[in-house]
């Protein structure tokens, strides 16, 4: 697998700040990669010195195997962006709006006519194509933003913040969009986001950015291994729950604490001691309803890295 | 550059603002010009140049076209101007143009160069009809001699315009809201098309005064200390340029010309001699121009693509 991102030790200071303090970042191909952090962790600057349109203060970095600093048109000719703060000519309309990105990729105005008509229909709007954008909703105008990355048929897609301030219903779009644009299109995608259970069902792999640190990187399931650190949580379900029981779950070895909260028990454990609870929980004479291993969600593994 | 030339020159051509400075110049230029008509008409029909004077003569109360010109054009130009980079960035254009593969300086130069155009074509058609409507009312073609110096004058006045357009552009970078570049704009319009000549007088009044009995060299002090001052200011350097330009008797400004003017009879110098008095003030105009143009640019190309 190729590297389409290589960042080493990126710095970037504005007058003294520390917006990005020795990142690394890498991103394969094809990937969908999350960059997770809080507002003003770094996630901007870091996608503005991707593309190359502000500078390092110090680090390397190559994006598609070009330094952008140094060749910031060929990183962008590749790649394709959608801001956060997304904005379009209001006057224009939809269909204008996107000929002009079109042209200033110097496409050819009837292979640009054709372009525009074919990513319009993508997002789905081609029957207000030529409406004024100043009339389009959030949501439209963050898939008009999506059919104006898609124009120059980038190999790698940066979406900053893609889904804040839209509806559900239209943050799940964009989001199949996005997927199915790795899966059709093989593109390679990165977004920043802090809606983290939408970044979840969607990333590879995530980052999490932090004062501008990548603290931690991973898919999901492994950051979850990192917090627990050795501690495995189980939930247990119990038809009859009385202090007997919990007695002994907190004499089985390697359990570290047993909590109860309603009819629910949780137990920390050093290792997996599934198969113990089972018997205990049999041999105290009730019956088992559940009992399963927890799953870190993303949205807690996130605040554990902010708590610390 | 050239999609961003062609959409902003569609832009301007096509904004409310443009097509209102457009007509109110077009009016009052078209008035004044046609009661210059009318007043010369009675006189002197076989007099050289004629057309010409059809800019500097003034009748009916009306101030002469190349004085309407002087005051008024610089609110074209910085009407252009004024919001050329500050809009973007409060539209949030910014990040998606520039994340396109052009080079930052393209989109300036661009942006100038359709600005510069949209006046070049306000200022070239309402010669014309000036002209149009000299050839109704005099009855004659203009002649050769007449045709160049109406061609000079075309290109001073568009440099002189393309100057407040380069100081709007200059403010929109500079400010954030366009409103205080609108407003920092009209300041220095007002400066230097009033205050600047009052203030001219007040300075030569404290150096040189005026007082009854004073000699001839006390005079010309006071006169050339004022010149100096009113140098500073791309108004008088116009007024003086285009002045030499159209009455092609003009040798000059100040005491010595004045004498020599009542000496020496007033024959029509060729158009070269013309614009070698004027040559100074022709390169002074350039010199702002490009002076705005560059600060801008340096400006520019250093300043930080944040969205947020």
Same mark, same amino acid.
């Given at each position: &697998?190729?590297?389409?991102?290589?960042?080493?030790?990126?710095?970037?200071?504005?007058?003294?700040?520390?917006?990005?303090?020795?990142?690394?970042?890498?991103?394969?191909?094809?990937?969908?990669?999350?960059?997770?952090?809080?507002?003003?962790?770094?996630?901007?600057?870091?996608?503005?010195?991707?593309?190359?349109?502000?500078?390092?203060?110090?680090?390397?970095?190559?994006?598609?195997?070009?330094?952008?600093?140094?060749?910031?048109?060929?990183?962008?000719?590749?790649?394709?962006?959608?801001?956060?703060?997304?904005?379009?000519?209001?006057?224009?309309?939809?269909?204008?709006?996107?000929?002009?990105?079109?042209?200033?990729?110097?496409?050819?105005?009837?292979?640009?006519?054709?372009?525009?008509?074919?990513?319009?229909?993508?997002?789905?709007?081609?029957?207000?194509?030529?409406?004024?954008?100043?009339?389009?909703?959030?949501? &439209?105008?963050?898939?008009?933003?999506?059919?104006?990355?898609?124009?120059?048929?980038?190999?790698?897609?940066?979406?900053?913040?893609?889904?804040?301030?839209?509806?559900?219903?239209?943050?799940?779009?964009?989001?199949?969009?996005?997927?199915?644009?790795?899966?059709?299109?093989? &593109?390679?995608?990165?977004?920043?986001?802090?809606?983290?259970?939408?970044?979840?069902?969607?990333?590879?792999?995530?980052?999490?950015?932090?004062?501008?640190?990548?603290?931690?990187?991973?898919?999901?399931?492994?950051?979850?291994?990192?917090?627990?650190?050795?501690?495995?949580?189980?939930?247990?379900?119990?038809?009859?729950?009385?202090?007997?029981?919990?007695?002994?779950?907190?004499?089985?070895?390697?359990?570290?604490?047993?909590?109860?909260?309603?009819?629910?028990?949780?137990?920390?454990?050093?290792?997996?001691?599934?198969?113990?609870?089972?018997?205990?929980?049999?041999?105290?004479?009730?019956?088992?309803?559940?009992?399963?291993?927890?799953?870190?969600?993303?949205?807690?593994?996130?605040?554990?890295?902010?708590?610390? | 550059?050239?999609?961003?030339?062609?959409?902003?020159?569609?832009?301007?051509?096509?904004?409310?603002?443009?097509?209102? =400075?457009?007509?109110?110049?077009? *009016?009052?230029?078209?008035?004044?010009?046609?009661?210059?008509?009318?007043?010369?008409?009675?006189?002197?029909?076989?007099?050289?140049?004629?057309?010409?004077?059809?800019?500097?003569?003034?009748?009916?109360?009306?101030?002469?076209?190349?004085? =309407?010109?002087?005051?008024?054009?610089?609110?074209?130009?910085?009407?252009? %101007?004024?919001?050329?980079?500050?809009?973007?960035?409060?539209?949030?254009?910014?990040?998606?143009?520039?994340?396109?593969?052009?080079?930052?300086?393209?989109?300036?130069?661009?942006?100038?160069?359709?600005?510069?155009?949209?006046?070049?074509?306000?200022?070239?058609?309402?010669?014309?009809?000036?002209? %149009?409507?000299?050839?109704?009312?005099?009855?004659?073609?203009?002649?050769?001699?007449?045709?160049?110096?109406?061609?000079? =004058?075309?290109?001073?006045?568009?440099?002189?315009?393309?100057?407040?357009?380069?100081?709007?552009?200059?403010?929109?970078?500079?400010?954030?809201?366009?409103?205080?570049?609108?407003?920092?704009?009209?300041?220095?319009?007002?400066?230097?098309?009033?205050?600047?000549?009052?203030?001219?007088?007040?300075?030569?009044?404290?150096?040189?005064?005026?007082?009854?009995?004073?000699?001839?060299?006390?005079?010309?002090?006071?006169?050339?200390?004022?010149?100096?001052?009113?140098?500073?200011?791309?108004?008088?350097?116009?007024?003086?340029?285009?002045?030499?330009?159209? *009455?092609?008797?003009?040798?000059?400004?100040?005491?010595?010309?004045?004498?020599?003017?009542?000496?020496?009879?007033?024959?029509?110098?060729?158009?070269?001699?013309?614009?070698?008095?004027?040559?100074?003030?022709?390169? %002074?105009?350039?010199?702002?121009?490009?002076?705005?143009?560059?600060?801008?640019?340096?400006?520019?190309?250093?300043?930080?693509?944040?969205?947020?």
């Amino acid at each position: &697998m190729s590297l389409v991102v290589e960042a080493k030790g990126l710095k970037k200071y504005y007058d003294g700040v520390k917006a990005v303090d020795g990142l690394d970042l890498e991103i394969g191909e094809g990937e969908i990669y999350g960059l997770l952090g809080p507002n003003g962790a770094g996630k901007t600057t870091t996608i503005l010195i991707l593309l190359g349109l502000t500078e390092p203060t110090a680090g390397e970095v190559k994006v598609l195997g070009y330094n952008p600093a140094r060749e910031p048109l060929k990183v962008k000719r590749l790649t394709g962006y959608l801001p956060e703060n997304l904005g379009f000519y209001d006057d224009l309309s939809a269909r204008e709006n996107l000929l002009y990105t079109a042209y200033l990729n110097r496409i050819p105005e009837r292979e640009a006519k054709k372009r525009v008509a074919e990513v319009l229909e993508i997002v789905g709007l081609s029957d207000v194509a030529e409406r004024r954008v100043g009339a389009f909703s959030r949501g &439209m105008r963050q898939r008009l933003g999506i059919a104006d990355v898609l124009l120059k048929d980038p190999k790698f897609v940066i979406l900053d913040e893609p889904t804040s301030g839209i509806d559900p219903e239209g943050a799940q779009q964009i989001l199949e969009m996005i997927v199915r644009l790795r899966e059709e299109k093989g &593109m390679t995608i990165m977004l920043s986001s802090h809606l983290l259970h939408q970044v979840q069902r969607i990333c590879d792999r995530v980052g999490i950015i932090h004062q501008g640190k990548l603290v931690a990187q991973g898919s999901v399931g492994e950051l979850g291994a990192v917090v627990e650190e050795g501690q495995h949580l189980f939930e247990v379900r119990a038809s009859r729950v009385d202090e007997a029981l919990l007695d002994t779950l907190r004499g089985i070895e390697g359990v570290t604490s047993v909590e109860v909260e309603g009819d629910l028990i949780r137990v920390k454990a050093t290792e997996d001691v599934r198969p113990r609870i089972a018997r205990a929980v049999i041999e105290s004479g009730a019956e088992l309803v559940e009992l399963k291993g927890h799953t870190y969600t993303l949205e807690e593994i996130y605040l554990r890295y902010f708590q610390e | 550059m050239n999609a961003v030339f062609w959409k902003e020159l569609a832009d301007h051509l096509g904004s409310k603002r443009f097509v209102i =400075f457009f007509f109110l110049i077009l *009016i009052v230029g078209g008035a004044s010009a046609y009661l210059a008509a009318q007043a010369l008409f009675g006189q002197e029909t076989e007099s050289e140049y004629i057309y010409l004077r059809l800019f500097t003569v003034s009748g009916g109360g009306l101030p002469s076209f190349l004085g =309407f010109l002087a005051f008024f054009g610089p609110l074209i130009g910085v009407v252009l %101007g004024f919001d050329a980079i500050n809009s973007e960035f409060n539209r949030g254009t910014v990040s998606r143009v520039l994340s396109q593969p052009i080079y930052r300086d393209w989109w300036i130069n661009g942006k100038f160069l359709a600005g510069l155009t949209a006046l070049g074509i306000a200022v070239a058609s309402i010669i014309l009809i000036i002209v %149009g409507l000299g050839l109704y009312i005099l009855g004659f073609p203009p002649g050769g001699a007449e045709i160049s110096r109406a061609a000079m =004058f075309f290109v001073i006045s568009v440099v002189y315009l393309g100057f407040w357009l380069s100081l709007g552009i200059l403010f929109s970078i500079v400010f954030r809201q366009t409103a205080t570049s609108a407003l920092a704009s009209i300041a220095l319009w007002l400066f230097f098309t009033l205050f600047l000549y009052m203030l001219a007088g007040l300075i030569a009044d404290q150096v040189a005064p005026i007082k009854p009995g004073v000699s001839a060299d006390v005079f010309a002090k006071h006169e050339s200390i004022r010149d100096l001052v009113l140098r500073f200011s791309p108004v008088a350097l116009y007024e003086e340029a285009t002045t030499a330009i159209l *009455i092609p008797s003009y040798r000059g400004l100040g005491i010595a010309a004045l004498l020599q003017e009542a000496t020496i009879p007033t024959s029509p110098l060729p158009l070269g001699q013309s614009l070698l008095i004027v040559w100074p003030q022709l390169v %002074g105009l350039v010199a702002l121009t490009s002076v705005c143009f560059a600060i801008s640019y340096v400006i520019f190309m250093r300043r930080e693509i944040r969205s947020t």
